[in-house]
């Protein structure tokens, strides 16, 4: 009776407000997870390295938390964000190794029979807060069932110095990327320029160059997995990056994911893609001309390109349980525990937004709007495109972004190492070969 | 056979004595190489067992321009940086040969950039080679040399010289040590008798001191080849096979496809398709270098 209670509420309240916190942790369960930890579980949990500290600073308290309610044992281990998946696979592959792993992007679609059906974890979280928005289901399901069960986002805004933009002839930053360009072509002729990464960045340069793609209507492949990036909307983009990226300062193709932090807290450039992090960073400085930065820098969302649509690529982490795993009630337990509303907005405080929410309740998180420059963080997971647009995940996908396809072309284009017709062919050359299998 | 005299056989002891090491060799160095060169004739993914699928990787690879682009820039990286390893290793070995004042610091401290880890070595060269904080292109600028900052690692030619560059720095070290011990092997007397002959310094250099070191510069220049050829931690932290893949290493390749990209055969094969070329290193310096008749003062049969 008191559940089909509680039901009846969530209904109600998920028309009024998403931003209502709907129920304390604790109560009667919607679906059927319920916290049945094994007794004197000990549990590993791998997961990649903070990018801020208050990140690990909370997420650990938290994880004592858990450890005290719950009497289990847990054992957190901190990865660099790129050595996540080369672990997780080896975990996989041997059948041995953490219980939980947060990984990125595509991993759990590449060994998805690995993975513990997580069904009702996610079910239990998306009723209590508010849903998932639409991409963590491409995300974190297969073949109808939960896989994963996605943590969020280190969302990526473009960060730029207020004054810069003000002094370039702009009241607020463009919204389209017409004005974008406008924009970037004024910041250049006041000797303020942009940069954004096109070397073998990881995050940065794949986050931005995506983006530029899809705004134009180009994308890897089609609904069936077909390579379609080959086509004039793609070379429309491509032409835009190259003017683009005539704005840039000098030595962008070598940029790795740290260079533009440092140009930017260096004054060197105006504009640029990143997480949150270069705020952070300033506004924590001890060096009074790095924290004299922190009032100027503002954040806005990824320009708006032709295709009228956001289309925002972030470094999307999702947890995994594995099905070696000995304790796979503590895994859920913890992994639903940690998304839990007492846990996951402090998290999100201590790390000043560092990651963007899955699920839709913590839109409302003050983090959002105790600073208005946090605010354009809280929409990126809305605003994302899987990296896989339009097809699916899985090792094309992975391959395919993992060998910088989408990255290379853009570099080439833009750099004018090749044409934009000479690029988007080759990297059809280059995708076709990771989509025949 | 009683179990005293098995144990007494010479053969059967040798064997006995051999076993741990064989073992250790098969372990840890010829299993992992025989299931590298198995996973590259299968299309095993990361998490997902393969199968056999002859040398449709390579024929892969062989269509495939990156890889391609990977192979000519090791080999291209592997030339120009042994040579120079070469030729700057031999004479800072001769300079060193000669006494010096302070010799033994001296010594000490031209090894210091083979003792320091190559992630560290790489991640000072990251800082020089930046393309906003180096300090080299600060200084030439500061002397009004340049305009704008040197683009060290995002032009494709100049980055591939400028991880060259890095690779022969932290290199020179082991050569100019291990030829400077093949150095002090020579036997003064040499030298003498060349001298009553009326030999020129350069005369002495190409008729005592080459001939007397090319055992050990074979040695130590197929060592420098195979490191040059499988470098990895370089280019990983300098470039990541950036700009437009023009510093991509088979190795650096071969890890971003296999354990990043997760096509587990398709970096096997890769990293098999290198060993052909090692061989061959080896094979040149076995039997190009050790010529015997010349080194003792005669002519190649």
Known sequence: MSQFKRRDFLKMSAGLAAGVPL?????????????????????????????????????????????????????VDHEGFEDVRPKAAVAANVGSGPDVIYGFFDDPHLYPDKLVDVTDVANYLGAKYGGWYDVCRTYGMSGGKWIAV???????????????????????????????????????????????????????????????????????????????????????????????????VPGTLSWLDPNNNKAFLDGQISVTNNGISIYYAAKNATDPKVKELAPDIGHANFPIGPIGRATELHLFSQAMIFKYSKVQQAAKAYVAFMMEKEQYEPWQQAAIGYVTQPLKAYESNPIWTVDPKHTPYRDCVKNMTPNSYAGRLGYASAGTMADFVMVNMVAEAASGSRSPKEAAERAQARAQRYYKV | ????????????????????????????????????????????????????????????????????????????????????????????????????????????????????????????????????????????????????????????????????????????????????????????????????DGATEWQKFWHVTLPMLTPIIAVVMTFSVLFTFTDFQLIYVLTRGGPLNATHLMATLSFQRAILGGALGEGAALATAMVPFLLAAITFSYFGLQRRAWQQGGADK
């Not at chain 1, 650990?60 to 450890?67: C, D, L, P, S």
């Open chain 1, 150 to 248: 996605p943590l969020g986002a280190a969302g990526a805004c473009f960060t730029h110095r207020i004054s810069h933009v003000q002094a370039a002839g702009f009241r607020e930053f463009p919204k389209d990327t017409a004005g974008f360009l406008e924009l970037c072509k004024a910041l250049k002729a006041k000797g303020t320029p942009p940069g954004f990464a096109l070397g073998n960045a990881t995050g940065d340069a794949n986050s931005w160059c995506h983006w530029l793609v899809w705004a134009f209507g180009g994308k890897m492949v089609d609904e069936k997995n077909n390579v379609v990036i080959n086509s004039p909307e793609t070379i429309r983009a491509l032409e835009y990056g190259k003017e683009l990226y005539q704005t840039f």
């Open chain 1, 23 to 75: 129920l304390a942790h604790g109560q009667a369960k919607p679906a059927a997870f319920a916290y049945r930890p094994e007794k004197g579980a000990r549990l590993r949990v791998l997961r990649w390295k903070r990018f801020v500290q208050g990140d690990e600073d909370a997420f650990m308290a938290h994880t004592r938390r858990f450890e005290q309610k719950f009497g289990v044992q847990v054992r």
């Open chain 2, 1 to 196: 056979m009683s179990v005293s005299r098995f144990f007494d056989n010479r053969n059967t002891l040798g064997a006995l004595f051999l076993l741990p090491a064989a073992a250790l060799l098969l372990v840890f160095l010829t299993y992992p190489l025989g299931l590298g060169t198995w996973l590259g004739f299968t299309n095993a993914k990361i998490g997902r067992a393969g199968e056999w699928i002859g040398l449709e990787n390579f024929q892969f690879l062989f269509g495939d321009a990156v890889a391609r682009l990977s192979l000519f820039n090791t080999l291209f990286y592997t030339l120009v940086a042994s040579v120079f390893k070469f030729v700057l290793g031999l004479w800072l070995a001769l300079l060193l040969n000669k006494s010096l004042p302070f010799k033994a610091v001296l010594r000490a401290v031209v090894l210091l950039p083979f003792i320091v880890p190559t992630a560290l070595s790489a991640l000072a060269f990251w800082w020089l080679y930046d393309a906003q904080f180096s300090v080299l292109s600060w200084t030439l600028a500061k002397m009004g040399l340049i305009d704008s900052y040197i683009n060290f690692l995002g032009d494709p030619w100049l980055a591939r010289l400028s991880t060259i560059a890095a690779n022969i720095w932290r290199g020179v070290p082991f050569v100019a040590i291990t030829l400077l011990a093949g150095l002090q092997t020579i036997s003064p007397s040499l030298y003498e008798a060349a001298a009553l």
